[in-house]
C-alpha cells in the first residue's frame, strides 16, 4: 500500500471524478492492488451498484457496478459518507492483488457486463466508470484518458447530428 499523507489524502477529497480516477487508477498499478467492500464472512459477496437501463442504452451497456479503491483510508471514508451508510457498517474491507483482479475477476465481470466503479466518495452518485478489464493495460490511467477523450468527442459529434 502506497503512503498517504494527510496532505495527499484531502487534496484527493477535492478532486473532481474524472481526476479521482486517474488518481486511483494510477496508484492501483502502481501498488498492485486494489480495494473493495464485501460482505462480512469468507463467502461475502462484494459490494455492488445497480441503476436502470436509460434510452439509447443498447445490450453491452453495464447497470451493474463494483466500487473500487486505491486506498484503504478512502473506503473508510465512504464508508462514512455513503447514502446508504448503516448497511456498510458491517462491510469489510478487502484487498486484492491487481494480478488476481487482472486474470480472474476482470474478465469475470466484463462477461457479466459488471463496470467498475472508481473511487466513489459521496454516496453512490459521484464517481466515474471504468470497464471491467481496464487493467490489462499498462497504464490504465492513460487509457481511462483516451477513452474518456473519445466518448466526449462522440457525444459532441452525436450533438452535432442532433442538430441537423
Not at 82 to 106: C, I, M, P, S, T
Amino acid at each position: 500500500m502506497f503512503e498517504l499523507t494527510d496532505a495527499m489524502y484531502n487534496a484527493v477529497l477535492t478532486l473532481d471524478d474524472d481526476y479521482r480516477q486517474f488518481f486511483c487508477l494510477q496508484k492501483c498499478q502502481e501498488q498492485g492492488a486494489l480495494y473493495l467492500l464485501k460482505e462480512p464472512g469468507a463467502e461475502g459477496m462484494p459490494l455492488m451498484f445497480n441503476d436502470e437501463p436509460q434510452e439509447g442504452d443498447d445490450e453491452t451497456t453495464s447497470h451493474t457496478f463494483l466500487p473500487i479503491w486505491c486506498h484503504p483510508k478512502f473506503v473508510t471514508y465512504y464508508q462514512e459518507h455513503a447514502d446508504h451508510q448503516d448497511e456498510l457498517k458491517d462491510y469489510e474491507l478487502l484487498e486484492l492483488k491487481l494480478e488476481l483482479f487482472r486474470d480472474k475477476w476482470g474478465p469475470s465481470l466484463a462477461h457479466n457486463q459488471i463496470a467498475l466503479a472508481i473511487m466513489p466518495l459521496d454516496g453512490d452518485k459521484s464517481f466515474t466508470l471504468c470497464r471491467a478489464t481496464i487493467f490489462e493495460a499498462d497504464n490504465a490511467a492513460e487509457v481511462a484518458a483516451a477513452e474518456a477523450k473519445r466518448s466526449d468527442q462522440l457525444t459532441e459529434q452525436d450533438k452535432e447530428e442532433l442538430k441537423k
